[in-house]
Nanobody
Framework: QVQLVESGGGWVQAGGSLRLSCAAS????????MGWYRQAPGKQRELVAT???????NYADSAKGRFTISRGNNRGTVYLQMNSLNSEDTGVYFC?????????????WGQGTQVTVSS
């Protein structure tokens, strides 16, 4: 079992910045990707950015050029630097960890952190 704890959400004016952090604890196996997803009110959860164990990053088109995902020095730590925020970035941001356990992939999710961008 893995537990994920997010922090860093909050309220910001349009054009501002926030940095989200996620720390994982528990039983690590073969760590694959970590990432950030968000869910806006009335919408489905969507990918924001992911980073592989080897450091390869992937961004949603809406995040490219504005957001940067990175891994921390501690295993299971990931950050999301968000710049030039706009109202469409408002939502609950969830940290995700994917690892291979006994040859099967398994996803873990944090409880989410609210990001509100005021225009």
């Amino acid at each position: 079992q893995v537990q994920l704890v997010e922090s860093g959400g909050g309220w910001v004016q349009a054009g501002g910045s926030l940095r989200l952090s996620c720390a994982a604890s528990g039983s690590f196996f073969i760590l694959n990707d970590m990432g950030w997803y968000r869910q806006a009110p009335g919408k489905q959860r969507e990918l924001v950015a992911t980073i592989s164990n080897g450091g390869i990053t992937n961004y949603a088109d809406s995040a490219k050029g504005r957001f940067t995902i990175s891994r921390g020095n501690n295993r299971g730590t990931v950050y999301l630097q968000m710049n030039s925020l706009n109202s469409e970035d408002t939502g609950v941001y969830f940290c995700n960890l994917n690892q291979t356990e006994w040859r099967l992939p398994r996803d873990y999710w944090g409880q989410g952190t609210q990001v509100t961008v005021s225009s």
